[in-house]
């Protein structure tokens, strides 16, 4: 709700979050708080208009061997703001800067910037709005095509450069630039064997997800997501006598 009402108070339309079984056909389960706006960044009108936010529920069976860890999980919340042409950059990193620090009043470990590859440059202007909002150059870290650069999902769509805030170690809070298009998939954008370039998209947008886990996680100032008030409830109805790692996978499971 703090989320919400943050985002709609600075001039964003709540959209509810969509069904887990998406409209876009390359996934099978809706992954990111972005699927149902991907036509937005390509060029179709938004009817929300340009600004919006939503709590997106998400299934991502990709880190499935790492569930029962502190923090990976196969169904999450993720908390976004979206901006079709309306705000970019600067706008987009002082509105998480906002809500992190002088909203919830947590403390940023680092954040990470786009070093620069594959015919994109170093992310220059992002580094340059963190460090005027106050964050040192040594918590200002540059990283690779890899980690710091997303999509496109399935055989192609909107990309670009992110960065990331990381609080109490881990990371809670991607913020995606999209200002490409790539008519492919990720592995060929990185493998770049099938010769398939990036294309500069019309209009930049924003596209940004936060976990709800994991912000929890850091606001209640406990070690895991399993002992959030999301998953307490859930896990004192498992069996003592299963271990840790396996209350927490069927807690996962369960939700």
């Known amino acids: 709700e703090k989320f919400l009402k943050f985002f709609e108070s600075r001039g964003h339309k709540i959209v509810p979050s969509s069904s887990l079984l998406p409209t876009d056909p390359s996934v099978l389960f809706t992954t ?18 340009k600004n919006v936010a939503s709590c997106q529920k ?53 954040v990470t910037v786009f070093e620069g590859s594959h015919g994109v440059e170093f992310d220059k202007e ?8 106050g964050i040192s150059e040594d918590k200002i870290k540059k990283s690779g095509i890899e980690d710091n650069f997303w999509g496109p999902t399935g055989t192609g769509g ?14 809670i809070w991607n913020i995606v630039f999209n200002e490409f298009y790539f008519p492919g998939t990720r592995e060929e954008l990185l493998s770049g064997i099938s010769g398939k370039k990036l294309e500069k998209l019309k209009t930049p947008g924003v596209d940004t997800g936060m976990g709800l886990e994991r912000l929890a996680m850091v606001v ?35 939700r």
């Open 32 to 49: 990111a708080g972005m699927q149902q706006f991907k036509p937005y960044y390509l060029g179709e009108k938004s009817p929300w208009g």
């Open 58 to 110: 998400c299934i991502r069976t990709s880190d499935i061997e790492e569930v029962g860890d502190e923090r990976h999980l196969t169904f999450f919340e993720m908390l976004g703001n979206f901006s079709f042409g309306g705000y970019f950059k600067e706008e987009a990193i002082k509105l998480a800067y906002k809500f992190i620090v002088k909203e919830l009043k947590l403390e940023i470990d680092y």
């Open 126 to 133: 992002s580094y340059g709005i963190w460090k005027n909002l």
């Open 158 to 171: 909107p990309c670009g450069p992110t960065t990331e805030i990381y609080v109490n170690g881990i990371e």
């Open 220 to 254: 209640q100032k406990v070690s895991t997501v399993f002992e959030t008030d999301l998953f307490e409830p859930i896990i004192k109805l498992i069996p003592e006598e299963f271990n840790e790692r396996k209350k927490r996978i069927i807690a996962d499971h369960a």
